[in-house]
């Protein structure tokens, strides 16, 4: 688990291809490696992965064909920055919110322009994960813990203050620059367990007027088709 507060900004010194999947190794010099051991999770982009060699200031881990389908991670190339977080403990201040670096779906910046000294920046999601992208809900971008100002479709726009742009990668982005979404935790399960013993059912759908009617949501003239 992270909390989305990135540490530090590291580089992509390495990527080795083997096999369909890969081994990336990440020049940290801003992260304090000194207690990650082989086997502990980094995020890098967002991206929760394993540590299968550490050498200060450098990392190794291997990216698997999921992964590497699923997100960011395989259109890196050598000096690319990238943003990095260490595993949270239970003494780690939980400033951001829970992050599992398991990455639902690949967006891509659409906009950013000035909103006082911050920056406000307008995202475009896959379709799919829309209904779980709520205002003043929060989601991960490239590993960024963010708040959602607005929701337009699968659009959503947030702010960007001069800090984070300045720590993280986000302020190399321009418009189209593609990005690694993770929505919250709680709607990605809470539309599962609202399945029921529907959830057990190949051909279940996700949470529809029928089935919050079922669960006893009566009257529910608002809820999506």
Known sequence: MFTGIVQAAGRLAASERTGGDCRLTIAAEGLD??????????????????????APPHFAADVSVETLERTTLGRLGQGDRVNLETALTLATPLGGHLVS???????????????????????????????YIAEKGSICVDGVSLTVNGVNGAEFDVNIVPHTATVTTLGDYGPGQPVNLEVDLI???????????????????????????????????????
């Open 33 to 54: 490696l000194g207690a990650v051991r082989i086997g502990d999770s980094i995020a890098v982009n967002g991206v929760c992965l394993t540590a299968v060699t550490v």
């Open 101 to 131: 670096g398991h990455v639902d779906g690949v967006g891509e910046v659409r906009a950013r322009e000035p909103d006082g000294r911050s920056e406000r920046w307008r995202f475009r999601a896959p379709a799919r994960l829309a209904r």
């Open 187 to 225: 709607a990605r399960y809470l539309e599962r367990l609202m399945l029921g013993d529907r959830a057990a059912d190949p051909d279940a759908t996700g949470v529809t007027r029928d089935l919050l009617r079922r669960a006893g949501f009566e009257g529910s003239d608002t809820a999506g088709d």
